[in-house]
């Protein structure tokens, strides 16, 4: 069984088409990120939620919007895509609060904007 | 400033050989954790090892050590026994501060390591 899981594992499209990228982690956990690995390999993280609820929005451009339905799932949608998007995007979770909490990542949704 | 510096963009152990991968970190938070990933060719992120703030003692994970030196702020990996499968990009990460807030990572630019036969 996978901890988390993303899809799509791929995904290419047109500059200012609209996407999305699902998120589901079936560990229990109650908090779930959204992080950016660039072309240089640097991962920065966008986005936190703990308990459906945002905690953190790092300074993404508001054409990416994220949605967590529950605590098991952390949607991300981007509008009107830009060739600067073309990235690979984790998702994460953890369970908060705890100190040495690891984070696990899913296997991660390689975006390139044509 | 940099939160987390890898000095090192990439290097070559030789197989069954020890190395060490360097971090320096800046924080003035006293409560913060320090974590190192693993990233095959494939792309996964995987987990190898954890350094609390308030840890007496260095952690230790199977053939992964982490050196740390609260007072010159790094923490460094160190492999043991290198083996072919250890090629990939390491990652390390900060998280400051308490609570759901506080989980973030920051991470280091990555260091690429190719362990030669």
């Known amino acids: 069984d996978t901890a988390v899981s993303q899809t799509p594992k791929y995904l290419v499209t047109q500059m200012g088409n609209d996407k999305s990228i699902k998120c589901e982690q079936n560990l229990g956990h109650d908090t779930m990120y959204w992080y950016k690995q660039d072309s240089k390999k640097f991962l920065k993280i966008m986005f936190s939620?703990?308990?459906?609820?945002?905690?953190i929005n790092e300074t993404v451009p508001n054409r990416f919007s994220p949605k967590s339905p529950d605590k098991a799932h952390l949607n991300l949608h981007i509008n009107s895509l830009e060739l600067g998007d073309s990235a690979v995007y984790f998702c994460?979770?953890?369970?908060?609060?705890?100190?040495?909490?690891?984070?696990?990542f899913g296997p991660g949704t390689r975006l390139t904007v044509l | 400033a940099q939160k987390i510096t890898q000095t090192q963009p990439g290097m070559f152990v030789q197989e069954k050989e020890a190395v060490t991968l360097d971090c320096t970190y800046d924080?003035?938070?006293?409560?913060?954790?320090l974590f190192w990933y693993k990233q095959p060719s494939s792309g996964e992120m995987i987990f190898l090892i954890y350094q609390g703030s308030y840890d007496q003692q260095n952690a230790t994970e199977g053939r992964y050590s982490l050196n740390f030196q609260k007072a010159r702020k790094s923490a460094n990996l160190v492999i043991s026994a290198s083996q072919l499968g250890d090629s990939a990009m390491y990652f390390c990460a900060m998280r400051e501060g308490r609570g759901a807030a506080g989980n973030k990572l920051t991470f280091g630019g990555g260091t690429r390591v190719l362990v030669k036969p």
């Open positions: 924080t003035s938070d006293p409560s913060y954790g």
């Open positions: 994460a979770s953890s369970q908060g609060g705890l100190r040495r909490a690891e984070q696990f």
């Open positions: 939620y703990n308990n459906k609820e945002l905690i």
